[in-house]
Structure formats: structure tokens, C-alpha cells
């Protein structure tokens, strides 16, 4: 069962044409990574999969559904994006900004229900911010920040959550917190996690299913022991990586690597 | 300094007490000018006891002016805590986007052309400004547009920064062919004059503000989703694209009936979000009124100043405003870089 399926998928700015007929499936309850050098779409295919984008051509279903056909507001109840290094505004509280997780299952001038408080407690507590939630997010460091914003993304209370790097500057132990946050996440709310991530290693140890692009094509997709192997990684990021099996978690780990050619791989950012 | 928490129930009375202190700048407004009536005295004419001087001082000259600086202050507020939010920028206002100086060169043209011609211009000048305006924003739009990518705030403003000065240039061209009542007429509006306190402008201007704000404040959610940046709200749901484009035709409309009637109030636009924001935080479902209720009294209290000293000659409202404000915003600036 997939929870997103896109169908020929054609993303591109202006004339350059960044992913051209792109078919790939995110696993319902599962946590896939997307990995790819910089530029390669990695990101433009998840603000499509999220309509953050506006596709060229071609189809994305989520659960079955042709995105395009479903109002925005219903597709927030059941998928949320956090965007790269979103900001919060100044002087906004952790449970003000985690209230606004609720704002597409609110009508009106959106008064907040008993059920609405309910749900975002929870949310502050799953994410262990409840002692927090008077603070000012832009008081917080950069690792509890963005355990608030996945916690608006949980109030809003979706089967899907797709993430844009977001580990992105975060020191090693934070960057294990928010990932082992979502880790736990999948395992014990069932949600399913999207995201792009940077580190191969990491995203080797959290996901249950990978997905290598370049150039806007998929490479390769499946388990991570199938696409964190030297010849993925060559064709994907023109490095030569030596992987190992990490014996405490069985999952491959490069454990260190050489440039293929003079050049790394990848486009201009984008 | 200790943080204070922007609770809804804190933010509610601040609110009250804001309305307090209108409606208390504005029977001091009425007590203030070269004839002074007594608070006794204001409330016997306001109860229709008055003497027929009384009644004209009060109906004919100033209440319509109090009422004319209530609503342009709330229209330059919202205006201003609507464009600061949308673009995420606390530079942004009617003023440094050249909204104003859009709306205001139209307001010129009709000046030159007909203004001796005696057309009556009660909806004209108004409709004309939100003409300009608009085409002002329009025009700050296309420039900035870069297909494929999300717009900048900080080429927006470098934009309206960059136009503004090409409407004064037209301005300045167009005043050539004024005379010398004309000439005037144009300079004071540019300070920000408050010209048009008659009743037959107040009737289309106060429904024109209080609908838009309104509109707004029944909006504040949408501000508050959108306030977190164009991908967060779209990932809770809201039509970006629609709802930007609604609320930004909305903050010119506001912005340009007071520019209009009012003057060029180039600072109220940019300060009273910040003012407000101090006040009670960011929700814009407090931020919105406190915003246009902290216009309307900056404005208030600038106008009661003006007529008070009394510097022989008239001076503009807006001159005063900008005295006062300049300080405050030099604050705010610093304040920002520590």
C-alpha cells in the first residue's frame, strides 16, 4: 500500500527542466529518505509530492487520490510539510505555533475546542515540549525549534509528514534527537515519514526504504541495503564508497569514500 | 527585562484600554483649537443642547476631522500590519512599497486636470487612489516576478523603493503645471494635511475602512498561517495564492482611502504594527485591532498636537507624526541590530 504514487512526473522552473518522468511510491507506515547530490530535485520532488509545487505534467496520488482533485484543506488533513528551515514570527509561544497545526480541521474564526487542546498537548508531549509551551520559539535552540514545528505538524494530526532536510544546522546529537523523534514517530503512531536527507548514514539507519536520485531520475529505490551500495552511490554521487555493515544495527554505513572524478556530482542549487 | 507573555485574555484588555484611550484622545481633540469648549460644554452640544456656534465648531469642524484621523490611522494600521505580515519584512508599509506615492500621483493628476473644473470628487478621489495604488502594486509585482521562483520580500521593498522615487520625479514634473493654490494644496497633502474632514468624504470613506477591516479581521487566521511563510501555510492548508492576492488588494484599498483624504502618512503605516506588536503579540486576531487602534490614536493625538501649538500658520499632521516617530523607529532599528 502506497501512501503517495506519482505518475510521470514532470517538474521544471521556468524552461530548465529539473525532473523529467518521475515514478516513485512512498510506503504506507514506513520512513523513506530521498538521497541525491545537491540540485538533483531531491527537494522539488517533495514540494511536488507536497502541491507546494505545481507539477509540468503528470500524476500524484495520495492514497489513491489524484492530488489536483482534492481541495486544499482536505489534503492537510491528511499529509503535512515542514519546509526547509521554516521561521517562526517573533514573540509567538511553542503552543501558540503548535495551535496552528489544527488550523485545517478549524472553521470559522477558529476558536480552539476542548478536542483541539486535547490534541495539541499531545502533540507537546509526544514531542517533549510540554515544559516549553509558554516559551518563545525564537528563545529555543535550533534542535528544540524544530521539535516544534514537527509537533504543529503532528497537531494537525495526518497519516503523512513529509520533511525537507530536517536536520539541516544541526549539530550530530541534535540531528539524532529529531530523527529518533521521528523514528519513534512511525513505529508507535503509525504515521508515515517522508524526507530528504543529506547524510547517507543516517538515512541508512532511520529509513526503511531509500530512494537515490540524479539528474531528477530515480537511480535506484528500495531497502536501505539495496541502494547504500558502491555502485549506487557511484552512478548517484560520482564517489567511490567503501560501505560496511554497522554491527549494531545491521544497517550500511559508508564508512568512508573518494571522489570518482575532479568534479562532484550535481547541478547548480536550486 | 522581564518577558511578558501575550496571553488572549491580556491581549483583550489591552485592547479595551486602547479604545479607552481613542475615545479619551478624542474628546481632548474636540476640547482643542482656537475656540476651546469646556468637557461639560463638548457633551451638551454632542447631546444637541449646544449654542449654534457650538454646533458648527463641533459638527462642521471638528468632529468630522476626528473622525477623518480615526479612520485613517485605522486604515494606514491594518494596512501596514497586513504588508509587514504578508512579506514577512518590518520594513513593509503603504509608504516604503510606494503604494502611496502610487495612489498619491494619481490623486495628483486628477488635481491637475479637473480639481478647478468643480468635479465633485467625494468617490472620485478615493476610487482614484486605490486605482493607483493598486497599479503601483501591480507594476512592484511584475518587476519583482521571477517565474519559477517565491517572490522576496527584500526585492519587493527595493522595488517600491526604486518606483517611489520615480512617482515623486512625475510628482515634481506634474506640480509645474500647478498654480499656485494647487501648489498648496499638493504640499500639505504630502504632509500629510488631513484635508478631507467634510462630512459628504467621511460618508464613503468610514463604510470603504470599516468593511476592509473587517474583512480583515475575519482574515487574521489566514494572516497567521501565512505570516509563518508561503510553504507552511500551504502545507496547513491554505490557499496561498488567492488569500495573498485578496489581502493584498485589501491592504491597498485601506492604504490608499486614507491616502486619499488623508495625506501621505508615510511613517504610521511601518510604526503602529511594531507599536502593536509590542502591545499584544503576534496573533493577528488581537494584532489587527490593536494595529489600526494604534494608528488611529498616533494620528489623533499627532492632529490635537498640531492644532494646540498653533504655529501661526497651519502645519500638517503627518510633520508632526513624522517628529514623533522618528525617534521611535530609530529605537526599533536599533534595537533590531543588538
Known amino acids: 500500500m502506497n501512501s503517495i504514487t506519482t505518475e510521470d512526473l514532470d517538474i521544471a522552473y521556468e524552461d530548465a527542466m529539473i525532473v523529467k518522468s518521475l515514478d516513485i511510491n512512498i510506503p504506507k507506515g514506513k520512513v523513506t529518505t530521498i538521497i541525491g547530490p545537491n540540485g538533483c530535485g531531491k527537494s522539488t520532488v517533495l514540494k511536488a509530492v507536497g502541491r507546494i509545487l505545481k507539477p509540468k505534467n503528470g500524476m500524484v496520488y495520495l492514497n489513491g487520490d489524484d492530488i489536483r482533485k482534492l481541495p486544499t484543506k482536505e489534503i492537510a488533513k491528511k499529509m503535512a510539510i515542514l519546509p526547509q528551515t521554516p521561521t517562526a514570527p517573533s514573540g509567538l509561544t511553542v503552543s501558540e505555533l503548535v495551535a496552528y497545526g489544527r488550523f485545517p480541521h478549524q472553521k470559522g474564526f477558529g476558536k480552539l475546542t476542548p478536542e483541539d487542546k486535547k490534541i495539541i498537548q499531545w502533540a507537546l508531549s509526544v514531542t517533549k515540549l510540554t515544559e516549553f509551551e509558554n516559551r518563545e520559539v525564537d528563545t529555543l535552540s535550533g534542535g528544540q525549534r524544530q521539535r516544534v514545528w514537527i509537533s504543529m505538524a503532528l497537531a494537525q494530526q495526518t497519516d503523512l509528514i513529509l520533511l525537507d532536510e530536517p536536520t539541516t544546522y544541526l549539530d550530530l546529537a541534535h540531528q539524532l534527537e529529531v530523527l529518533e523523534l521521528l523514528y519513534d514517530l512511525n513505529r508507535r503512531q503509525g504515521c508515515t515519514i517522508a524526507m530528504v536527507l543529506h547524510d547517507l548514514n543516517l538515512a541508512a539507519r532511520f529509513s526503511d526504504y531509500m530512494i537515490a536520485i540524479r539528474s531528477g531520475k530515480v537511480i535506484k529505490h528500495g531497502a536501505p541495503e539495496e541502494v547504500m551500495v558502491p555502485e549506487v552511490l557511484k552512478e548517484a554521487f560520482s564517489i567511490d564508497a567503501q560501505i560496511v555493515l554497522e554491527p549494531k544495527t545491521g544497517r550500511p554505513v559508508c564508512l568512508t569514500y573518494d571522489l570518482l572524478s575532479a568534479e562532484p556530482a550535481g547541478e547548480k542549487e536550486v | ?338
Request: a positive charge.
Open chain 2, 1 to 338: 527585562m522581564k518577558k511578558k507573555r501575550f496571553t488572549y485574555g491580556r491581549g483583550i484588555t489591552i485592547l479595551i484600554l486602547m479604545a479607552l484611550i481613542m475615545v479619551l484622545a478624542a474628546i481632548i481633540s474636540i476640547n482643542t483649537g482656537k475656540m476651546s469648549l469646556s468637557v461639560s460644554e463638548v457633551f451638551r452640544v454632542l447631546l444637541g443642547e449646544g449654542t449654534d456656534k457650538q454646533n458648527l465648531i463641533v459638527f462642521e469642524f471638528r468632529l468630522p476631522r476626528i473622525i477623518l484621523a480615526i479612520l485613517v490611522g485605522f486604515g494606514m494600521g491594518a494596512s501596514g500590519c497586513i504588508m509587514q505580515s504578508l512579506l514577512r519584512n518590518d520594513m513593509a508599509s503603504p509608504g516604503t512599497l510606494g503604494i502611496s506615492s502610487g495612489s498619491g500621483l494619481f490623486v495628483l493628476i486628477f488635481v491637475v486636470m479637473f480639481a478647478s473644473k468643480g468635479v465633485s470628487s467625494a468617490f472620485v478621489l478615493p476610487l482614484l487612489a486605490f486605482v493607483g495604488g493598486l497599479t503601483a502594486a501591480g507594476l512592484i509585482f511584475i518587476l519583482s516576478y521571477r517565474r519559477g521562483r517565491d517572490i522576496s520580500p527584500t526585492g519587493l521593498i527595493l522595488t517600491g523603493v526604486a518606483l517611489s522615487s520615480g512617482y515623486s520625479a512625475l510628482t515634481t514634473l506634474l506640480t509645474l503645471k500647478l498654480d499656485q493654490n494647487q501648489m498648496d494644496f499638493i504640499q500639505r497633502w504630502g504632509a500629510g494635511s488631513l484635508w478631507g474632514d467634510d462630512w459628504k468624504y467621511l460618508a464613503v470613506l468610514a463604510p470603504w475602512t470599516l468593511i476592509l477591516i473587517l474583512y480583515v479581521i475575519y482574515k487574521s487566521r489566514i494572516i497567521n498561517t501565512l505570516h509563518l511563510g508561503n510553504e507552511t501555510a500551504s502545507g496547513l492548508g491554505v490557499a496561498v495564492k488567492p488569500e495573498f492576492i485578496g489581502l493584498s488588494i485589501a491592504a491597498v484599498a485601506l492604504a490608499s482611502g486614507g491616502v486619499a483624504l488623508g495625506g501621505n502618512f508615510f511613517f504610521v503605516g511601518m510604526i503602529t504594527p511594531h507599536m502593536a506588536r509590542k502591545l499584544v503579540g503576534p496573533n493577528h486576531k488581537l494584532l489587527m485591532p490593536a494595529s489600526c487602534l494604534s494608528g488611529a490614536i498616533l494620528i489623533l493625538v499627532a492632529d490635537t498636537i498640531t492644532r494646540t501649538i498653533s504655529l501661526g500658520t497651519d502645519v500638517p499632521t503627518g510633520i508632526v507624526i513624522t517628529v514623533l516617530s522618528t525617534p521611535y523607529f530609530l529605537y526599533l532599528l536599533g534595537k533590531s541590530n543588538g
